[in-house]
Structures are given as structure tokens and as C-alpha cells.
């Protein structure tokens, strides 16, 4: 498996590069219109074919790489970090603040993810912040839930023992002795976690609730053309493409950080 | 102790709320102030807030504002279409996924595993929403086989079904692999091989029945994602259920209907893991209902 794990690791580089890089080419605008090549199949100069304004699909799917992968980032990092502070919390001072944390962590956890996420973009304006947003509001309680469960156990080892003995207090405990040691696992849980973020940022912009037109976002290319699939299929087919190959890559690596890692449980 | 169950879950569909006492504060467009007392938005967020939660105990999900129809009645006639949908493509995946699982166990390192370990994970990166336009393009409008849209008979539902049906059996198929991978290893197999029973009473009596309680909680979890899916898959296939329902809600901002499925949403998905958790008791007995599992 470590194999596969590297390849998919570097394709999702390779596509985030493009993406960067294509952005600094003239010639691959994603936002140029050319009304005299409208609806063109896949041809030389235009390899994935144009779309109904003439825009250059390839370069668009290009340039999607970046909000996806991008958002994606951002938000599970957001996640991450908020349910990290959650977690170690919960789990460092025990008692009722971690009956409390936890009780609105589980709630969390039992709400239909997608209709939250949908709930908080309809609330807020439109555009990628409000789906970082909204992705993070949804995806934190499960990091808060293994942070915890990884606090209980680091607090139970000697050294912590050792420390308050020296004398040091809460918070440096928590933030010199601790937190330092679960910040590998919240690595580790976002790498598996990127995947379904990917997939949760399509679906927001396919439902026009993310990023808004022209910015090319894969769902919302996905969208905004799949009215023509049976005359122009290959509008809808390669932004699909480039989504389930990131997501199914970003699912490999995160595949592979659980064997190594032996996170068994696959609700995480 | 059922009324313990009932008031737990309440509880837990009852912080759904915040979200509606933000909805409740966009609910002030800039339209003239007669609308906005018609609909009630010129009062305060708080007193809004409570005016719907008022309404919800009476069992009343207020009125839409473009169709001024009554939100509770349109999801009680919508609601059956999503149920019927969400029970056939489970009525898919359920076999299929736990097939796949039980195949891809018996032989972990060989070629069934490694395809079906690939393949499963194709399905679950594979956007619901692509795969249902990929899908209606080949089977309806090339093939020709099935109705691209609508609600109606078993031809209309198949294909939303099986777009459903597809991440679903992929995570079963997972979660059925992993589980009897697990019990394969046990020594009661061994001996079970040992006595001579046959290879099929082994499965079915042996590894299948100590294996059944994380599919089931995953089936029982992945009602939430049926009603995630259930918003795309609706709103493409064109099935007049809760999530097109709500599709159009959102795209009319039209805030009772979103808050009314929300709400609903929220409390299947509670009611399913309610179902899941008693279901344990009866397929494992060792599981006792009053001791919570957290």
C-alpha cells in the first residue's frame, strides 16, 4: 500500500502545481471567453473541449484544482485546530467540562453532515469562505473526539506525574507537556479526513451554495452544464473526472496514513 | 426507560435550533415592511426564534413564503417518496455491499480483495451528483432504458436508487471486510472447520452472525449520508421527495421549508440511530439497552 500512497500523494501534488502554475499562463485563462469556439468536443487545441461560452475546459478543470485541494486545506486545518482545542480541553481537565465538551461534540456528530454544512452557507453569502466555513462548522467534533481519547491516555504516562511534581501548572502542562504530542495524530486525521472534504466542497458548489460563477470550481462546473450532458457530455464527464481522481487519491493517502497509524475505527 | 429514550431524543434534535434562529435573522430581505410582518421577520431574532420553536411543539412548520403552503403537510406527502427511495437503494446495497465484504474477506490478499478494495474506494471518492448525471446519460438517454426524471412508479426509482445505493454498498463492503476478516481469525472458526460443518453453515451461522453488529451500525449511520445523498440525487432525478424539497427551498431562500426539513431530517436521523442501537440487543443479546454504550 505504501506505494500506491506516494503515486496518489504525488498526483494531488502534480494537480495543485498545474493549477498554481497555470494561473500565471496568458494563454490559460479559465475565464476567457471566445464565442467563436463554443461547444467544441475535445480537440487539439483545446484538449478537453470548450464549454457553452467557448472557455477552455481544460484550463478550467486546471484552475478548480487549486479552489478544491485549496479549500479542502483550509478547512481541515481550521477543523483541526479548533477540534485540537476541544479535545485537549475535554480530555486534560476531565470532569464535567469534558461532560460538557463532549455532549456538544456528540451532537455534532449526530446532525446529517451535509445539511448542516447546507444550513450554514444558506445562512451566510455565498462564496469559498463561507464553505470553509461551513465544511469546518461540520468537520471538527470528529478531530475533538480523537484528540480527546488521545489526552486521556498521554495524561496518564509518568512524566506528566514527573512535571507536576516539578511544579509546572495546568497550562503549561497542557500546552509544553501535551499538546505537542497530539499534534502528529491531528496530522495524521487530516491527511484521512481530506478526501471527504474534497467531496463535501463539490457537493456545496454543485448546489450553488459555494463558490460562485465564473470562478471555476469543479462542482460548479459540474452544475452549471449538466443540462447539456447529452450534447456535450464531456463538459460535465472531465470535471468529474478530476474531482474522483483528487478524492479517490486523497482517500489512497488517507488509506494508507490509517494502516500506518492503525486507526482501525473508520467513522474517525 | 422508553421515556428516557424519547426525552434523549429530543434533546438531541432540539439543539438543531441556533441554525434557526440565524435563519431567522437573514429572514429581514430588503423587501417592503408589509412582508415582513406578514412573515413575522420585523420582530426580534430571540422572539422569532421561539415564536418557531412554539410552533414546532404544536407540530406546526409554519408556512412557506412563495407558496403559503402549509411546510408540515408538503414534507408529510414528500417524506413517503424519500423513505421509498432511501429503502430501495438499501434494499441494493445492503446485499450487494455485504457480498462484496464477505468475498473480499475470504480471500484478503488475493485478487477478489484487491479489486474490490480499489473499486470500493472508487465509489466512495466518485461524487454522488456525477455519478448520477454519468448514470442518467448511459442508462436513459443512450440506453434508453429508464425515465431521465420524475416520480412514479418502480421505473422512476430505480436509477436514483442505484446512485444511492453505490457509496452506500462501498462502505458496507468495507466495513463487512474488515469485521469478517476479524471473526475468520477466531479459533471457533478453526474448530467449526475442525467438526467438518459445511463451509456455508460456517458463514452464515458463525462468521456472518458475530459479524453483523458494525455493519449494522454503519448502516445505520450511513441513513444520514442516504439523506445527504437524497438532496442531489432528488434534485437531479427530478423524485419529489424532502431533498428536492429543500433544494428548492435553499435556492428560493425560503426559510420555513429549509428549517421544516432540516428539523425533520435531523429526527429520522436520530429515530434510525435509535433503531440501530436497540437493533443490537436483538442480534447480540450480551448488548443490554439500559447500559448506554458511551
Known sequence: ?268 | MGVTIVVFALLKTLPGDPAISLVGERATPETIAKIRTSIGADKGIVEQYFGYLKLLMNGDFGRSYFTNRDVGSDIYAKFPNTLKLALSAMLIAIPAGILIGFLSARNSQGIIAKTSDTLTLACLSMPVFWSAILIMLIFSLKLKLFPPSGTGNLNFLILPALVLAIPASATIARVTKTSVADILRMPYITTAKAKGLKAFKINMVHVLKNAIIPIVTIIGLDFGSYLNGAVVTETIFGWDGIGRFIMEGILKRDYPVIMGCIVVGTAVFVVVNLITDIAYHFLDPRIKLHAKDR
Open chain 1, 1 to 268: 500500500m505504501p506505494k500506491t500512497g506516494k503515486a496518489a500523494l504525488v498526483f494531488i501534488i502534480a494537480v495543485f502545481l498545474v493549477s498554481i502554475i497555470s494561473s500565471g499562463l496568458r494563454h490559460a485563462d479559465p475565464y476567457r471567453i471566445d464565442l467563436d469556439s463554443i461547444k467544441q468536443s475535445p480537440n487539439f487545441s483545446h484538449p478537453f473541449g470548450t464549454d457553452t461560452k467557448g472557455r477552455d475546459i481544460f484550463w478550467r478543470v486546471a484552475a478548480g484544482g487549486k479552489f478544491s485541494i485549496g479549500i479542502a486545506l483550509i478547512a481541515a486545518f481550521i477543523s483541526a485546530a479548533i477540534g485540537f482545542s476541544f479535545g485537549i480541553t475535554a480530555g486534560y481537565f476531565g470532569g464535567k467540562i469534558d461532560a460538557a465538551l463532549m455532549a456538544f461534540v456528540d451532537f455534532m456528530l449526530s446532525f446529517p453532515s451535509l445539511l448542516l454544512a447546507i444550513a450554514i452557507s444558506v445562512v451566510m453569502p455565498p462564496g469559498i469562505y463561507t464553505v470553509m466555513i461551513a465544511l469546518s462548522a461540520v468537520g471538527w467534533a470528529s478531530f475533538a473526539r480523537l484528540i480527546r481519547g488521545h489526552v486521556l491516555t498521554v495524561k496518564t504516562m509518568p512524566y506528566i506525574d514527573s512535571a507536576r511534581a516539578v511544579g509546572c501548572g495546568d497550562l503549561r502542562i497542557l500546552f509544553l507537556h501535551i499538546a505537542p504530542l497530539c499534534i502528529p495524530l491531528s496530522l495524521v486525521m487530516m491527511g484521512i479526513k481530506l478526501g471527504g472534504f474534497i467531496l463535501a466542497e463539490a457537493t456545496l458548489s454543485f448546489l450553488g451554495l459555494g463558490a460562485q460563477p465564473p470562478t471555476p470550481t469543479w462542482g460548479s462546473m459540474i452544475s452549471a452544464h449538466r443540462g447539456y450532458v447529452l450534447t456535450a457530455p464531456w463538459m460535465v464527464l472531465f470535471p468529474g473526472l478530476a474531482l474522483t481522481l483528487t478524492a479517490f487519491c486523497f482517500n489512497l493517502v488517507g488509506e494508507t496514513l490509517r494502516e500506518k497509524f492503525e486507526l482501525k475505527d473508520s467513522r474517525l
